[in-house]
């Protein structure tokens, strides 16, 4: 930058600007941008990148947003409804209004992409290998889906006549309309997998070595109803949740005026309020333990009464008899579990439902050999794979894990890449996860204060009588507005702070999408801008001489 | 059954933001900007004063088309800027004495008339060539209407020749000539000092405005507005000094804003004598939590804590609320 121009009189040094003059030779610590991992992220089981697919979203760019969203998940039209959304109780902005909702615009752009007719792209290069899915739940089509995308033929075997599994035969038409999991499923479909239904297979490894699979990923679920023994005259009438979600699917249960659910988790829940739907008067839970034990999600009890769903808690069921059953009364000691107190009531019930929990059926299980189970489910390794060398697993077939449709896709996502490394004969490795990104590491001055959109919920008398869809969806409106509520925790976002805040102008802007740099010939350490940076994405390091 | 709020993820508080318009984003977040004080100049790690230059420069090149001279009183902001033969500035700049820039602005716009050029001028300072040793020429600018902005960067002592109390020092505050001494040490005395911005309205100059480097935004919509305003005009930057003020250099910004927030550092505008609007408080805090950040007020922390000197400065800080309404969200301009 020196001019060469001629010096006045006893002026020995060139004139110049003060570029020649590099500050940062007195810094003793540096700035240094970083990326962390936010909280929705590190809780999402699809292993989602939430943040990210909402960064896309943001910028009203839903197509890149959906591509980037079902990267990891794809499914996210079911997603955005069936989902019980751990990230949004971890949501960061939680603890400043309210926390972004995540699942809403998940919903959302699960819709656009059906709407707009938005595919996946087949596998540019065949790897030549074959993996064979048995069932066709969310594990499985999450399985058929990774490994198709890394270019290895895939066969889905489905013992029903329609693909979903309990998405279908244990998720009420109310809260997951079958056109969307039909348009989900049909999509992974036409990437090129094929889907063999009414296919049951019980000696998995004589099919594989029959067809020649190289691998196998076994995703049949837990759809075994738990029974309980209650003495119980010839005319009563006992079923089981598995039995009624699944009946309901293809036809009408008959459960009678007054229907009895015993249980209290998520599918009695589920099924009372499709007992009301199918025109029971009265639909009580009966649970053996206090509502704030209820395993069910707060939110789903909440919609269930709402609508008219019966809470009896604190009480067992001792005899079923013909239009009424017997309960006693029990009372939490001193643990917090349930004890019988001896009093008894009788309650008119046409019908008792058993919603105590599932097993996985073993038939399938028990033709490979030497199997390492637990109890009723399936052990597997770090990587999903069980202690049959190429048979991995994944969902409700898996012990230690929770049973949801979220947790399922993860598990297809994580044995699919370990089936990739696996057909390579290489072990899978997991990428390193980043620092989390933690509140106290936002400057929450930036982010301006709003409340959640909250979703339109149908009007309860219209959502008694029919298996309508409860929670309705965002406009695109809503959703961007929805999507611009997130923080960006731990990760740039281009809000310009840096940049504008440095008093050196030591901090380059790259352009749009390209983030900064730091000028370390004049960045003199103050630390300004990790200090204004809204999220996080900043560290001072101490610089090492 | 569903409430819409406009909001933008992080609204305009940031510097920029991808997700606004060209238009909606600051001077500061151009590519383009002019860097008026460029890199590689003198000034402390976190100088406010350094920034809150670029601020205003940057904003008033963008507002005179780049054709704009700048008068310079000694100080802080020449010193660490232009040792010879080195420069920062990236636009026509002369250095005058400390005490009369001012009037040295008055005859650069003066020359500017009689060439018939459209050139603007610009004369900064920091508050003592502005509020003590300048403040006959900037008065006698003030009262001829010269055509000129004149920007004071407030660091609330002379910091270049070793924080020596100005008369825009805070009470209480330690300076090396407000040395707390005794069993109940105060520093800088209560009950003296001034606002040149109120006494610049009280001149009745087209406009007046008080501003920080906390808010970029209302700065930069200050100096424009003044750009587009001929005749005298006045800006008070509040520049917090992590020397001068024993602060931490990556609290400049975060110093600033609780300066505002308190209520200790008023932001308000005036056109021709009248107050036309403020800049409302959005989460208010009591002074200690600005005053706790600095050593110039640890005195007041120790034992025994100086609750009533505290309690003296939130007064103070409760009367500017009062005075320029600043909790008042209606009205506020910004």
Known sequence: MSTQIEKPFAITLDRNTSLANHTGSW???????????????????????IQNWLFHAESGNYEAAWRSLTENNPLPAIMGRVCYHPCEGACNRGQLDAAVGINAVERFLGDEALKQGWAFAKPAVESGKRVLVVGSGPAGLSAAYHLRRMGHGVTIVEAETAAGGMMRYGIPRYRLPRQVLDAEVQRIVDMGVELRLDTRVDDVLAMQAAEGFDAVFLGIGAGIAKRAYIPAGDASH?????????????????????VVIYGGGNTAIDVARTAKRLGAEESIIVYRRTRDKMPAHDFEVKEALEEGVKLKWLSTITEAGEGNITIEKMALDAKGFPQPTGEFETLPADSVVLALGQNVEQTLLEHIPNLTMKWDSVQTDAVMMTSHDGVFA??????????????????????????????????????????PATFERL??????????????????IRRQSTFDEVVGGLDESNALFEARRCLSCGNCFECDNCYGVCPDSAVIKLGAGKRFAFNYDYCKGCGLCA????????????EDK | METTIKFYQTDTFTVGNRLLSEAERSVQAGMQRTNALNSGHRACQGCGEALGARFAVDAAMRAAGNDLIACNATGCLEVFSTPYPESSWQLPWIHSLFGNTAAVATGVAAAQRVKGTKTRVLAQGGDGGTTDIGFGCLSGMFERNDDVLYICYDNE??????????????????????????????????GKGKSVPLIAMAHEIPYVATASVADLRDLEAKVTKAMSIHGARYIHIHVPCPLGWGADPAHTIKLARLAIESGLFPVFEAEHGEITGHRAIREQVPVEDYLKLQKRFAHLFRNPKQVEVIAQLQAIADRNIRRFKLLEKRGAAV
């Open chain 1, 27 to 49: 810094r003793s610590k540096r700035p240094v941008y970083v990326d962390r991992l936010p909280p929705c992220n590190a809780t999402c089981p699809a292993g989602e990148n």
């Open chain 1, 238 to 258: 006992i079923t089981d949740a598995v039995s009624v979600l699944h009946e309901v699917e293809d036809s009408q249960p008959l459960l009678g005026r007054k």
């Open chain 1, 394 to 435: 994944g969902g409700d077939m898996v012990a230690g894990s929770e049973r949801t449709v979220t947790v399922a896709v993860g598990h297809g996502k994580k044995a699919a890449r370990a089936i990739d490394a696996w057909l390579r004969g290489e072990l899978y490795q997991p990428a390193p996860k980043h620092e």
């Open chain 1, 443 to 460: 400057n929450t001055w930036y982010y301006a204060d709003a409340e959640k959109t909250v979703r339109p919920v149908l009007d309860i």
């Open chain 1, 531 to 542: 200090e204004e940076c809204p999220c996080g994405a900043i560290v001072v390091e101490l």
């Open chain 2, 157 to 190: 002592a002379y910091m270049n020749t070793g924080v020596q109390r100005s008369s825009a020092t805070p009470p209480a505050a330690r300076t090396a000539t407000t040395v707390p001494v005794g069993q109940h040490p105060n520093g800088n005395v209560f």
